[in-house]
């Protein structure tokens, strides 16, 4: 029995592999975050042709969490699941733009570094901001892949969304702060 058990665990480890591998050759970012030596590295908004906006086979729910941690995950309370934070989130190819809304959380007293990597597989087209509305700041991500965080407060959530798309989009979707 224990033998099985461990072998579905290893299969399912081996499919989320996989996945998650998929999701390193499609349209896609990486949102690192740091805080001292912890690291949150799993967190890509990926972009794919043949999936939906509601939760599909391709967005993977955050592990649980234990001890001193840094999380990023993209929250999808409404979709009233026992997993609603994703750490993978796909969402349908759109031609014009795309916007994830995701959060930070940590209970480590100390300023938080988010890396965004792989922009360069995003199509040149679509320009690439970070809004964080509480500071009233928004950062091309295309100049600067980082951003540095004074201090999130323990267990709670700091919001930030994710705007990727053309010109026209992104006026749009950031009225106020361009």
């Known amino acids: 029995m224990f033998v099985k058990v461990q072998q579905k665990l290893v299969e399912r480890e081996r499919l989320r592999a996989q996945e998650h591998e998929r999701a390193l050759k499609a349209?896609?970012?990486?949102?690192?975050?740091?805080?001292?030596?912890?690291?949150?590295?799993?967190n890509i908004v990926v972009v794919f042709s043949t999936t939906s906006k509601e939760w599909n086979k391709n967005d993977h729910p955050c592990l649980p969490i234990n001890g001193?941690?840094?999380?990023?995950?993209?929250?999808?309370?409404?979709?009233?699941?026992?997993?609603?934070?994703?750490?993978l989130d796909a969402l349908s190819e759109r031609s014009d733009g795309e916007v994830w809304e995701f959060e930070v959380k940590t209970n480590i007293r100390d300023k938080v570094n988010l890396i965004f990597n792989r922009l360069k597989s995003v199509p040149e087209e679509f320009e690439i901001w970070l809004l964080d509305e509480a500071m009233n700041v928004t950062q091309n991500l295309r100049e600067t892949n980082?951003?540095?965080?004074?201090?999130?407060?323990?267990?709670?959530?700091?919001?930030?969304k994710l705007v990727v798309g053309k010109s026209d989009f992104i006026t749009k979707s950031l009225p106020r702060f361009r």
């Open 27 to 42: 349209w896609s970012i990486q949102i690192l975050a740091q805080v001292e030596a912890l690291r949150d590295s799993e």
């Open 146 to 160: 980082h951003y540095v965080l004074a201090r999130v407060g323990v267990d709670l959530p700091k919001q930030f």
């Open 68 to 87: 001193e941690y840094v999380s990023v995950y993209v929250s999808h309370t409404e979709w009233e699941k026992f997993a609603s934070n994703d750490t």
